[in-house]
């Protein structure tokens, strides 16, 4: 019998989030979480999909060894555990692939070594992706692990958009360039809006808003992505839940030198207690709508804020792409915040765009038009998906040799 389910880890510096597909007809069996391991109180949620039980461990589990030892005991008992002939490969999310990784690739000590070389560009993320990686491999040493990464899919952006207008020797050196994260999200949806059109990637231009706590927007090109809003980290680019986005480089020097603050802090406040928060107080857009519904001013200009970066980005892609076939709106804020997407859209008539108010309004979790028939540039709300989206890419890889 051949083998054709796929585990997606996606490991966190404290979680561990998976999902076990059988990529047959891309159906999943089971999905969960590990939350706040290492501490006294971790917890597993398990759900099992075609029984729609689930299951929940709360107590103390120690590392991500533990915690992968734990999901495999609830797959077991679900009758799909890890030492079963059908299980092909684990598929591992890895946030920072450098220029080096441009597509999903088969571990070996070799490209966890490369993983390793870039954690001083990807310090919060890669040593938790290696973790998990680690931990598969030790569970399950005769399986194929493959790394997808969520630059990868930036790696085809022209040299002139990648590079920062510094000296190469001194970028080079230092790997200073704009890499772009969510790339497998922004992969999945540019694809799924093209089928959307009824058309192949390769025949259609997308503009990509992922809006989710993180945010970035990308210009796809007949399905290659050539410019992104992220850059060598995830903080440039679009107002985020708790990131700032572009700001001008000398507001870091402005706030060492006159406002005394360390390195470490304005790290910390540019990527932890910006963007909306920072603005208002609040990250999550649900209680910006509801405090700009009563009336509060403060939420008002966050929301302004965001949505005028928002218009900002959308209209430099429409330049970047030449022409423009969809607008996708995906993610936390993208899916379901009808408000952002008909304030994102506001005034674009004349660049093709509309927003139908009812369309848009009308809620749902399959990928949708909100655009009128009659606008030149459609508009479309595409849940991003991923995990299906890397288990699609780790059978592709192994799936053909299997
Ligand atoms: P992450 O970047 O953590 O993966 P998500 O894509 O899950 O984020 O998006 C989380 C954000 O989505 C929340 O912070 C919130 O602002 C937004 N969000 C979620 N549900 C809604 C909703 N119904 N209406 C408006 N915004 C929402």
């Known amino acids: 019998m ?33 939350e706040r391991i290492g501490e006294q109180t971790s917890r597993l ?23 992968l030892k734990a999901v495999a005991v609830e797959l077991a008992r679900d009758g799909v555990g890890l030492d079963s ?13 450098g220029m080096f990784f441009t597509e999903p690739t ?11 070389r870039l954690i001083p560009v990807a310090p919060l993320h890669n040593p938790a992706n290696l973790t998990g990686i680690r931990t598969a491999r030790a ?19 022209p040299e002139s958009t990648a590079r920062y207008a510094i000296d190469p020797r001194l970028a ?31 025949e259609v231009n997308v503009i990509v808003l992922h809006l989710g706590n993180g945010a970035s927007a990308s210009a796809v090109e007949k399905g290659r992505c050539v410019d992104t809003s992220m850059g060598l980290t995830p903080l440039e680019g679009l107002v985020m839940g708790t990131r700032s986005g572009d700001l001008d480089p000398a507001v870091i020097f402005h706030l060492a030198r006159v406002g005394g603050m360390s390195m470490d802090e304005i790290d910390t406040l540019l990527n932890k ?58 993610a936390g804020v993208g899916e379901n915040a009808a408000a952002v997407r008909q304030a994102a859209i506001a005034g674009l008539e004349g660049l093709g765009a509309l927003v139908d108010p009812e369309l848009n309004g009308a809620r749902g979790d399959e990928a949708r038009l909100i655009s009128p028939p009659s606008a030149r540039v459609a508009v479309a709300v595409v849940p991003t998906d991923e995990e299906l989206e890397i288990a699609t890419q780790t059978y592709a890889l192994v799936g053909k040799s299997n």
């Open 172 to 202: 080079d050196r230092y790997r200073v360039r704009r890499y772009g994260f969510h790339g497998t999200s922004h992969a999945y949806v540019s694809r799924r809006t093209a089928r959307l059109l009824g058309k192949e990637p390769s």
């Open 85 to 97: 002939p059908d299980l092909l490969a684990i598929g591992h999310r890895v946030v920072h692939g």
């Open 139 to 157: 569970l399950r040493p005769d399986l194929p692990q493959v790394a997808v990464f969520d630059t990868a899919f930036h790696t085809t952006m």
């Open 106 to 116: 088969v571990v070996d000590d070799g490209v966890i070594t490369e993983i390793e």
């Open 45 to 67: 949620k398990h759900t099992c999909v075609s029984t729609g039980e689930t299951r929940e461990q709360n107590g103390p589990i120690a590392d991500h060894d533990a915690a």
């Open 2 to 34: 051949t083998a054709t389910r796929v585990l997606v880890l996606n490991s966190g510096s404290s979680s561990l989030k998976y999902q076990l597909l059988d990529m047959r007809d891309a159906s999943r069996l089971a999905v969960g979480l590990v």
């Open 273 to 330: 207690r910006s963007g909306l928060f920072g603005l208002c107080g609040d990250n999550d857009m649900r209680e910006i709508r509801r405090r700009i519904d009563e009336g509060d001013r403060e939420a008002a200009l966050a929301f302004d804020i965001y949505i005028h970066r928002l218009k900002k980005y959308i209209g430099a892609y429409y330049a970047v792409l030449g022409k423009v076939d969809a607008i996708a709106f995906t």
